[in-house]
Structure formats: C-alpha cells, structure tokens
C-alpha cells in the first residue's frame, strides 16, 4: 500500500468497521485536484496524486462536502499510473457534479479507499461500454490487461469516443467505436447493441458491461438472446 | 405551473403558511385539510382566511391521479396503473388477504439496478416519483380504507430514491399525515449501503432486503449492485445498526429452479445470517420474457423451505398472487407501453 501521509481522514457519522477494499463511506481522505480537464463537451477527467494501491476495475465515491452523499466513479487509469483519474458527465442540474466541474489544480475533495468487483479474470473477453462507463476498460488497458480482449465503445458523439486514440493503437482491430449521432470512417453508426446484433457472436470466455441500465439490459439481453450463460456476463451499472 | 402540495411534509408546508402570508402554525392546518380531512380545493380549507385561501389558490394545487386502468386476479389481487411523466406507467398491487389488505407501491418510473430477474429493469430508468407520487399511489387506491399494510416494492429501488422515500414515509406516519404505525410499513432494497444507514437512522419501517443468493459471485451475475455494495457489508451494516425494537429485518429470496434451490445455498445462507434476527422469504419466481432463470416448483420451494428450517432460519413462502394479471413486477406497465406506443400515444 502506498503512503497515505498528508492524508486527512475524514470520520462520517455512523462509521463502520474498515473492510479492506470495500466501499468504507465512513472514511473519507481528502485529496488535491492536478488536473480537471473538460476532454468532450460535458465530459471531464479529474486528476489527483494516487495515494493507495487498486485493482484495474475498482470504484471510488467522490464528494466535496461530507454532508453530500458521495457519488462513485470508476478509476480510469492504470495501477501503477502515478495519478488517479476519473471520468465524469456534468450534469447541469446536478449536485455534485457542478461543483466537481469548477475545481481547479490545487483544490480538495474528498475519496474513499478503492473498492468494488468489478474485474476482467484473464483470457479471452469482451468489454462493452457506452459513455463514461468506458473508464474500468481504461484502467484495464493501462494496467496492462488488453490481450485477449475486445472493446466495444459507443458514444453519441465522436468526441465522447474517450481514448480512442489510445485504443487504436493499444487494440488495432479489436477495438469497436461506435457513435449514433455523428458519421466518420472507421467508427460504427449506431450503437454497441447494433454492432454485436449484426456481428458473429465474439469468441469471448465472459462479457463486461459498463454502463447506464437501459444499455447493460439490452446487451444482456442480446447476449443471452444468443445463447451466452448469464453466468459468463457481468455488469456495472452507473446509477 | 402550480405546486401540487400533495407529497409535502410539515416542514414545506409551514414554508407555504408563511408565503400565503399566514403563521407558520398554520402549516399544520394545511396539513389537516390535505391529509385528514382529504379536501383538495382551496375554497374548502375554511379555517383559513380567505385572504390566504386565495393567495394559496394562485400558486398551488392539491391534485390526486387517479389510476388510469386495473386489472383483477381470480384471487383478488389487483393491479392499477398510474401515468407518469413521459407517457410512462407505474403500477401499484392491491394484495386483499383475510385479515389484512396490503398496498404494494412503485418508487420510480423503471429501475437504474438492471436485476437479472426484474422486467421493470428492462424499461431503463427514467424518472424518480416525487413523495406526491409515491402518496397518490396510496390515496388513490380504490380499495385505501381496506388499506392495512403497506410495502414499498413495486417498480423502482427505493432507496435510490431516498428523499422523496423519506418524505413519504414521514407523511404516512405523522400525526400531521396520516398516522400509520411504521410496523405496518416495509421498504424493500438491493442494498445500497449508504442510503440504508439514513433509513435505519430516520425511520422505525420495516426493511426487506433483496438477496437472492448467499453466494457473493453468483450474486453478481444476478444483481450488478453486488459489485458495488457487497452482500457481505450490507449484512455488516445490519449488524453493527441491529435492527431494535419492533423493526423488523426480511430477506427476499426468489426461488429460481436449480440456480439457488440447494443444500449448499442452505448452509450457506444460514451462515451468513447466523445473529441476524430476521426471517427469509422465499418467492416464487414469475417468469419474464426471454429470462435465462426458471420458476422453482412448489415442491422445490418447501424442500429449500425445510432445509433452512433445519439450520434454524425463520423460512417462510410468500403466497404467489395475481398469476393471471402479469405479476411480475413491471410487465404490466411494460405491456401497457408498448401498447401506447404501438398505437402511436407517445
């Protein structure tokens, strides 16, 4: 585990016993914003220093006020990366992202500790995401987990394709963008569950969702549709 | 627009006392008109100066939905639909049994958790009820005199929803509302950890918490949250806020036919739940469509029922009702938009 000095523990009422790499709401650290970078309309990374070890996949709950419920978010870079990233929509009639959007280089907020499940095994897999929900498959790529895989990412707009660029190189071929609103070649028009619909089943030993509800249920639903075991799916879902 | 005051607790309506330029005092006697005596009209509220009756008049609204359609079981059960924002539908259950009658409500316009099993998942989210919302499903009921116990498990998680939850909760239990004893109340969960420690902390209702499998990976392909919030800390949580006094701790446990029937889910259950003062309830499983999971038979459901029995567990089977009217929670609202689209109402 990686120092924590300088981090400031914050108890929140009603405080739990600590359970590892568990979700712990009673404990909140403050960390100090390096970057909060709009990367697409209404789309930001956030940046600060990693202060803790995780594993690719795992979640971290951010607020700016320990009286506001902490909203979770998947870590979107690699285990070792010096910086812990997240990516988030704004949204404008929101209560915390307004204000997440406004931090600046040298600001604080307050993180748990990483916790969550939500983990690729090993061997052959296929992610699918739409949005942001492409941030586990991020952290995934950076921390060295890409062989094997296919990524299936859909946007509405050709900008939300996050990291394309990074994907392009890292999984030539085994990467599908997919955007329902704006053309370009290379990029497949409609969404993930088009693409998979039209497409031979992938050669996959489990399928990874992240997402909204309406995206992971429909993909489940095509997947199962298509003689997947429900077993060999997983989902996260943003709520 | 108007406000609808219908949803709102002691506190917003001392707000509106105040606006319509009364003492806050009078807060109570809206409260009175609105959720004692049932009155909807302004003009009614005679108690209050007409001034004020007025001034009330031009900027809220005390409005009831009724339900749009009904649909009757042979066994009584009954489902009532209810509009919704977005051409959309929620549906409430009318559960009439001999010795009491139970209201089962809907929290939001489909579901963010996208549970294997649930057909409400499979409409996306789109809307959290309001607390009025939430409250019409009740005074709207046909059947609400009948009314003696009501659950929260209809479409929606409700703790995802938890303000207009709680402010429902507050109104059916307040002496300003209409004064239900919070043990005739259960709120149902998959389990989201923070907003279960407010309930427990803000309310004496019942919880039911959604389990489905004692098996944390198992859970995970049924339930998504698992990633999230383990089974295991809700569990903790329940233990380090036992539940006290007259509050009562239920496990919803669906029976799906050789998925989490067997001994093995047995011993396990009664392990996880060892010091746990609760009871399981076993529910049979209304299938949906193009579900991977299988309904267990009776006889399955009362082998598992004995085999937790053995282990010392408090196992009961929930009695299926409605079969006939599309039971499973979200197919009739479900159907019904589907039909509304077909015919081009959306």
């Known amino acids: 585990m990686a120092s924590n000095r300088g981090i400031r523990v914050i108890p929140v009422r009603g405080s739990t016993e600590r359970n590892g790499h568990r979700l712990d709401p009673s404990r909140l650290e403050t960390v100090r914003v390096t970057a909060n970078t709009e990367i697409a309309p209404g789309i930001y990374r956030l940046s600060f220093a990693r202060p803790w070890d995780f ?46 959007a406004a931090l600046v280089p040298g600001d604080e907020l307050l993180g748990s500790r990483p916790f969550g499940a939500f983990r690729d095994a090993g061997g052959p897999s296929c992610w699918i995401a739409t949005g942001t929900g492409i941030a586990p498959f991020v952290s995934m790529a950076r921390s060295g987990s890409t ?11 050709i900008a939300g394709l996050l990291d394309r660029g990074f994907f392009s190189s890292l999984m030539d071929g085994r990467y599908v963008p997919c955007c329902t609103r704006e053309k370009e070649p290379g990029v497949f028009e409609g969404r993930p569950t088009a693409w998979l ?30 003689g997947v075991p429900f077993a060999d799916v997983i989902a996260e879902i943003y709520f | 627009m108007k ?18 330029g009364l003492p806050r005092y009078a807060g109570r006697q809206l409260a009175d008109w609105i959720y004692g005596k049932g009155v ?21 609204s005390v409005e009831l939905s009724p339900p749009v359609k009904g649909t009757e079981s042979a066994d009584g059960t009954k489902k009532y639909l209810f509009a919704a924002a977005g051409g959309r539908f929620v549906e409430a259950a009318w559960i009439p049994e001999e010795h009491r009658g139970t209201l089962c409500l809907s929290v ?59 402010a429902s909760l507050e109104i059916l239990c307040a002496d300003y509302g209409f004064g239900l004893s919070p043990t005739r109340i259960t709120v149902s969960t998959i389990g989201l950890v923070p907003a279960m420690r407010v309930f427990l902390d803000s309310t004496k209702c019942h919880l039911a918490v959604s389990l ?68 399981v309830n076993l529910i049979a499983f209304h299938a949906i469509p193009g579900t991977p999971l299988a309904p267990a038979s009776r006889e399955k459901m009362e082998q598992f029922q004995a085999l937790l029995r053995d282990r010392g567990l408090l196992a009961t089977i929930r009695q299926s009702r409605g079969q006939d009217i599309e039971a499973a929670c979200g197919l009739l609202s479900t159907r019904e938009l589907v039909r509304a689209r077909e015919d081009g109402d959306t």
């Open chain 2, 212 to 279: 489905h499998t004692p098996f944390e990976e198992e859970r995970r392909r049924l339930m998504p949250i698992e990633n999230v919030h383990p089974l295991s800390e809700v569990l903790a949580e329940l233990r380090t806020r036992m539940v006290r006094g007259q509050r009562r701790v239920s496990f919803e446990y669906i029976v799906f036919d050789g998925l989490n029937d067997t001994p093995r889910h047995a011993r396990e259950l009664a392990r996880i739940l060892d010091g746990i003062r609760c009871r």
């Open chain 2, 40 to 60: 909807t009209g302004f003009e009614d509220m005679s108690n209050l100066p007409r001034e004020a009756r007025i001034a009330l008049a031009e900027r809220y």
């Open chain 1, 197 to 226: 619909s039209a497409q031979p089943l992938p050669a996959a030993e489990r399928f990874l969702l992240c997402g909204n509800s309406g995206m992971v249920v429909d993909t489940r639903d095509i997947l199962i549709g298509r």
């Open chain 2, 108 to 166: 939001q316009v489909g579901c963010k958790m996208g549970c294997l099993f649930c057909m409400t998942g499979r409409q996306g989210f789109q809307a959290h009820l309001s607390a009025g919302e939430i409250l019409n499903q009740y005074l709207s009921l046909p059947e609400r005199a009948r009314v003696t116990n009501i659950v929260y498990m209809g479409m929606g998680e409700p703790l995802d929803n938890l303000a207009n939850v709680l």
């Open chain 2, 3 to 20: 406000e609808n005051l219908l949803g709102s607790t002691l506190a917003r309506l001392d707000e509106v006392a105040a606006d319509a």
């Open chain 1, 55 to 100: 594993v690719a996949g795992q979640s971290i709950a951010l607020t700016l006020d320990p009286r506001v419920p902490p909203r979770f978010y998947s870590i979107a870079s690699g285990t070792a990366d010096p910086l812990v990233d997240v990516l988030y929509d704004l949204f404008r009639e929101g209560v915390l992202t307004p204000r997440l």
């Open chain 1, 147 to 157: 062989e094997g895989k296919l990524l299936i990412h859909g946007s509405r707009s």
